[in-house]
């Protein structure tokens, strides 16, 4: 049994934000702050940033209503930020934990944020100071690897479908031809973008799904968008803003003269470039939809599934932590239990879960790849059950309104 180790805790959120992130930081938060081992517990201002800049909110001066709230709110209530640390920042960060006596490291975030607590981990243990580092895992990209899938996917999931399945209800309304593209968030991975799919139960699903797992090829989807075109009179995309040629680039012809913190390129375009392709060939009415940050921040539409889990994510986090467990990210398994979806919980060593990404297999994609199989509807279906039972005020949402008492 590991020693009881007494001492603060600290809380970042890196990373593009997502509709269900801060029931993760309430699962951290309300675990901690009920721990007889955690001391105080902080909140850093925009990450990592905050932790260099000596940026702490005080979460212990929070009112514990306006915490719950947090369940319910999207995007990071404590700030984010996309910032690749090397070794003179693992130093400050070192003297900020002595001088607040943190103990307990937690960093909310996708593949980006998983190598940076993999290398506060790796520098703590070099250098002999006693902190537990534990990542607690957030993606709308669900491509972080180990993990079964990641809390914000299934929200964000349910968004694309039935955003797809309402846009289709329109396409259809005139007699005249059209084509319809929607472009969904997704830069290497076409999870989201496949859950387009979705929509199918509601008999409104997307004629041509298109991934990055498949290289594109513009001729091919002029044909196929014809195709469909002659058929139906109509034709609805759903596209991954990440779609790619062969070489590797993109086909919004994005470029990293536009990146974040880490080098990647910002993307977008990828639809309106191919709706302006469709119109010249076809001489018919195009659409270009960008989903853009709705499909991230759309807490009315949250999975009830999703915010459980994220929140059970960030508690077991603190659990396995305050156990002795560090180095590790709490990942979700899929479980059947009365021959139903189940989440469980599994702890993986970060260096697995830090910079690498998990792709939808190719099994899962037809053979055409320009849809999903019905094995990868299943995998996403239980993940995007439940509605959001949110608090409101004048039948709008009510957000929490944290008060950010500076730590001294």
Request: charged letters at 20%; hydrophobic letters at 35%.
């Amino acid at each position: 049994m590991a020693k009881k180790l007494i001492g603060a805790a600290v809380f970042g959120q890196s990373g593009g934000p997502t509709s269900v992130i801060n029931a993760s930081a309430y699962g951290v938060f309300k675990t901690a702050l009920e721990a007889e081992e955690i001391t105080n517990v902080y909140g850093m201002a925009h990450g990592i940033v905050g932790m260099l800049n000596d940026e702490l909110y005080d979460i212990g001066q929070e009112d514990s209503y306006e915490l719950s709230l947090l369940l319910n709110t999207p995007s990071s209530a404590l700030g984010s930020c996309r910032y690749k640390i090397c070794e003179e920042d693992l130093k400050r960060i070192h003297e900020m934990c002595e001088k607040y006596n943190i103990r307990y490291f937690f960093y909310n975030g996708g593949n980006d944020s998983m190598d940076t607590c993999n290398k506060v981990n790796d520098y703590f243990n070099k250098v002999g100071y006693e902190c537990r580092v534990m990542g607690v895992p957030k993606t709308i990209d669900n491509d972080l690897m180990g993990t079964d899938h990641c809390p914000g996917f299934g929200s964000a999931a349910k968004y694309v479908a039935t955003s797809i399945a309402e846009v289709h209800q329109d396409a259809y309304v005139y007699d005249t031809p059209g084509v319809t593209i929607v472009e969904v968030m997704g830069r290497n991975a076409g999870w989201l973008t496949g859950a387009a799919a979705l929509a199918s139960y509601s008999g409104s699903p997307p004629d041509l799904i298109y991934l990055p797992e498949i290289p594109f090829e513009m001729d091919r989807f002029i044909k196929d968008v014809g195709a469909v075109l002659n058929e139906k009179n109509k034709c609805l995309v759903a596209i991954s803003e990440g779609a790619q040629y062969a070489d590797g680039t993109f086909v919004s012809q994005a470029t990293t003269s536009a990146t974040d913190g880490f080098g990647h390129a910002q993307l977008g375009g990828t639809a309106a470039r191919l709706a302006a392709v469709i119109g010249k060939e076809y001489g018919v009415k195009v659409r270009g939809i960008e989903l853009s940050l709705l499909q991230r921040c759309a807490a009315h539409i949250a999975s009830q599934t999703d915010i459980d889990e994220a929140f059970l994510a960030g508690k077991s986090a603190v659990e396995h932590a305050v156990e002795g467990g560090s180095g590790k990210m709490a990942g979700f398994t899929r479980e059947t239990v009365d021959g139903k979806y189940s989440c469980g919980i599994t702890f993986l060593p970060l260096d697995i879960c830090a910079n690498t990404e998990k792709k939808i297999p190719r099994e899962w994609i037809t053979e055409d790849g320009t849809f999903v199989t019905q094995e990868f509807i299943d995998y996403v279906l239980p993940l995007i059950q439940g509605d959001n039972n949110r608090a409101q005020e004048n039948s709008l949402p009510r957000f929490a309104k944290l008060k950010k008492i500076k730590a001294k």
